[in-house]
């Protein structure tokens, strides 16, 4: 079980390109969330979706910010026209259906860094 | 803010000593959680507490939870180099989002 895949590890984008960044949750989850996280600081919580449905994006910005978990494929998080604001460290977490007391498993996360 | 707070914001012990970690949230939970991260890692899921339960253990850890006071700690016992870390807590509101507090940096000097 090779556990949360997230990928690339590090993205460098200068303003004004897009972002994609990928997660493919752990084996028999089908929730993923998406935090972002800035230097020296905990994690912001950005959406959370289930196959297909975008269950909660309160956290998401209102502009350039998009996210989908397709019925195939990875689930990705889609920033148009990144500014150096969203320089950050982007984690994505899977749980199962269930709630099983063993909490979310994280992916080691994108860096992205804007120049 | 939606986050929670934690404290202290570091701590720097010695190996062998206990660490206590302290941390409030804001909401009625679900449960609540802690999270270890190394420098540069994803987040490693430690222990999870429910609502109704008001201590657990795993290991070297121990959890407590107060929900009249909205607070939790962790007690890291004969702490290690290797438990140098940040670490999280984590409340879990009904509909699965975790809210992350800000985290405490845990240095354990050899």
């Known amino acids: 079980n090779a556990g949360v895949m997230q990928n690339p590890r590090h993205l460098v984008r200068r303003r004004g390109q897009e972002a994609r960044l990928r997660c493919s949750p752990m084996?028999?989850?089908?929730?993923v969330y998406w935090y972002r996280q800035l230097p020296e600081e905990g994690l912001k919580f950005m959406v959370y979706l289930q196959k297909e449905n975008i269950i909660d994006e309160s956290g998401m910005p209102k502009e350039r910010f998009s996210a989908e978990f397709p019925k195939e494929g990875p689930s990705i998080l889609r920033i148009q026209q990144v500014v150096r604001g969203d320089s950050a460290a982007y984690f994505c977490?899977?749980?199962?259906?269930?709630?099983?007391?063993?909490?979310?498993?994280f992916g080691s996360g994108t860096r992205l860094t804007v120049v | 803010s939606q986050q929670g707070e934690e404290d202290p914001q570091a701590l720097s012990i010695q190996e062998g000593e206990n660490a206590t970690m302290n941390c409030s949230y804001k909401t009625s939970i679900n449960n609540l959680q802690w999270y270890r991260q190394n420098s540069g890692r994803g987040l490693v899921h430690l222990i999870l507490?429910?609502?109704?339960?008001r201590e657990k253990h795993s290991g070297r850890l121990r959890v407590t939870l107060d929900t009249s006071k909205k607070s939790s700690s962790l007690l890291i016992t004969a702490s290690r180099a290797a438990d140098t870390a940040s670490y999280f807590c984590?409340?879990?509101?009904?509909?699965?989002?975790?809210?992350f507090g800000a985290g405490t940096i845990l240095r354990v000097k050899s």
């Open positions: 084996k028999g989850h089908s929730h």
């Open positions: 507490i429910r609502s109704n339960e």
């Open positions: 977490a899977s749980s199962p259906p269930t709630d099983r007391g063993s909490g979310y498993t």
């Open positions: 984590a409340s879990s509101e009904y509909g699965n989002k975790l809210v």
